[in-house]
């Protein structure tokens, strides 16, 4: 069974920086492109960032590129996502999901049940 | 940027009932690259389907994805109790990897 825990989700003020981490297990971890998502209070999916598995390709949504950085340590099947210069507006729960591929162009086929991450002050 | 519309926002049914959701991308799209997802209240997101018609691991046949170019479609024969959700579309082949807003199926 798929299982991803997210963990290191807390209230940070704005301007701050926050790493969450996601523990994965239940599938061959290196062979799979791993997501994270977020959901603002009350609104809808957003994408944030990818990071594929063999050549490590990473992407970023617009609202956190340059801000944000996503990596991975396959030796103990964890995904990593280091948010700096963080605003209110990243204020959400934040998802782990395992890529239905090796690819970044994959879907989220498994979701972490979530982090909330609460930027203010 | 791919931006997916969603509609309607809000779709009020009956258990029993089919419901017909719409996904509309603002230009022409992969569907090997389109998702749908389910969110039931208080939980994490479900994957339905991935290529826009490939049912994902345990998705009853009851929910069918269709559709080419910028028009997609998630149907949802004789919904069921559990069915009254949110349903996001999205899209996958090129960053930023877009959601669309979502219809929620609320019980009539």
């Known amino acids: 069974e798929v299982q991803l825990l997210e963990s290191g989700g807390g209230l940070v003020q704005p301007g701050g920086s926050l790493r969450l981490s996601c523990a994965a297990s239940g599938f061959t971890f290196y062979n799979y492109a791993m997501h994270w998502f977020r959901q603002a209070p009350g609104k809808g999916l957003e994408w944030v960032s990818v990071?594929?598995?063999?050549?490590?390709?990473?992407y970023y949504g617009d609202s956190v590129k340059g801000r944000f950085t996503i990596s991975r340590d396959d030796s103990k099947n964890m995904v990593f996502l280091q948010m700096n210069s963080l605003r209110a507006e990243d204020t959400a729960v934040y998802y782990c999901?395992?890529?239905?591929?090796?690819?970044?162009?994959?879907?989220?086929?498994?979701w972490g049940q979530g982090s909330l991450v609460t930027v203010s002050s | 940027e791919i931006v997916l519309t969603q509609s309607p926002g809000t779709l009020s049914l009956s258990p029993g009932e089919r419901a017909t959701l719409s996904c509309r991308a603002s230009?022409?799209?992969?569907?090997?690259?389109l998702a749908w997802y389910q969110q039931r209240p208080g939980q994490s997101p479900r994957l339905l389907f991935y290529?826009?018609?490939r049912r994902a691991t345990g998705i009853p046949d009851r929910f069918s994805g269709s559709g080419s170019g910028t028009d997609l479609t998630l149907t949802i024969n004789r919904l069921e109790p559990e069915d009254f959700a949110v349903y996001y579309c999205q899209y996958y082949g090129s960053s930023p990897f877009t959601f669309g807003p979502g219809t929620k199926v609320d019980i009539k």
């Open positions: 290529a826009a018609s």
């Open positions: 990071i594929s598995s063999n050549d490590y390709s990473t």
């Open positions: 999901a395992k890529g239905s591929s090796e690819y970044t162009s994959s879907a989220g086929d498994h």
């Open positions: 230009q022409s799209v992969d569907t090997n690259y």
